[in-house]
């Protein structure tokens, strides 16, 4: 199993780091302790992490300065942020793909992270109010332009992905997927068929199976590893081009996370886990 991924010339070990949570509650404004916010960046290269994933709309804006501040320059380690979504309070996300908008996002990505050429631009999410091809379009004017290196897109279909690789290339999708939430089987598998990345959000497994005492905290216990940890081991031997990026606030937790890349489940375990939690049929 490859613990590395390369889009669009650019290699990276596929276990990464999410930034949403070293910003305040709801994901809204500073972090109660900004210490430990940068303490948690530094630590997760210093445990060889080189793919750090944010949004400009953590915090807003926060969480791309938080990194700027602890790791600029970067070297070798790969930022990959996105724009697509308004906040307007604590936990509430309104999705905008006005061109204009998206193109303001980029540049204002540029000047906080310090970067000439953002690593990868993600689109947060379609905009329903805006023909989609428009917000393609930008996205594809932005790499022509050389102000990103690489486009993805987050929260998507199969249908989705074609249409907008039919505009701009594509390099990675960020969607919900976890061991428990199976919903994006397909687009993974389209994924990897087409050599995307695929950097699952919310990768690990939580509610009635995570639960204490659960069948995932079973199996855990005798795979002699966290939920947590078979969660991401898990992600890991799914699929060639699979990304996750845990988030923590916590250099304890992040530790534990990063543990995972060097577990190997069996496959007896993998083989549970797949009948803890089967795949949805189509429609269900």
């Not at 290269?45 to 791309?64: K, N, R």
């Not at 992600?235 to 990026?245: C, D, G, N, T």
Request: proline content about 6%; aromatic content about 6%; hydrophobic content about 45%.
């Amino acid at each position: 199993m490859s613990s590395s991924f390369t889009y669009a010339a650019q290699t990276v070990q596929r276990l990464g780091f999410g930034a949403m949570r070293i910003t305040g509650p709801g994901v809204w404004g500073p972090p109660r302790d900004r210490g430990e916010a940068l303490a948690v960046l530094r630590r997760a290269v210093e445990l060889g992490v080189d793919f750090i994933d944010t949004a400009d709309s953590y915090g807003p804006a926060i969480s791309e300065e938080l990194i700027a501040e602890a790791l600029h320059p970067y070297g070798h380690v790969r930022v990959a942020t996105k724009a697509g979504l308004l906040r307007t309070g604590p936990d509430e996300w309104t999705p905008c793909g006005r061109p204009a908008y998206l193109r303001q996002q980029c540049e204002l990505s540029l000047r906080r992270l310090g970067q000439e050429s953002l690593d990868l631009f993600q689109l947060h999410r379609i905009d329903a109010t805006v023909p989609a091809d428009e917000q393609f379009g930008l996205l594809g004017e932005l790499l022509a332009e050389g102000k990103v290196r690489a486009v993805g897109l987050s929260e998507v279909s199969v249908e989705d992905i074609q249409r907008a690789r039919a505009v701009v290339p594509i390099s990675t999708v960020q969607n919900l997927y976890n061991v428990s939430r199976r919903e994006s089987e397909t687009v993974l598998d389209y994924c990897e068929t087409n050599g995307i990345g695929f950097i699952p959000w919310f990768p690990v497994a939580a509610g009635k199976l995570a639960r204490p005492g659960g069948e995932l905290d079973q199996l855990a216990a005798d795979a002699g590893c966290t939920v947590a940890q078979m969660s991401l081991a898990w992600l890991l031997a799914r699929s060639p081009v699979m990304m996750p990026i845990p988030g923590t606030s916590s250099v304890v937790h992040l530790e534990e996370n990063c543990a995972a890349a060097s577990i190997e489940l069996s496959a007896d375990v993998l083989a549970a886990l797949g009948r803890v939690a089967p795949v949805p049929s189509v429609g269900a």
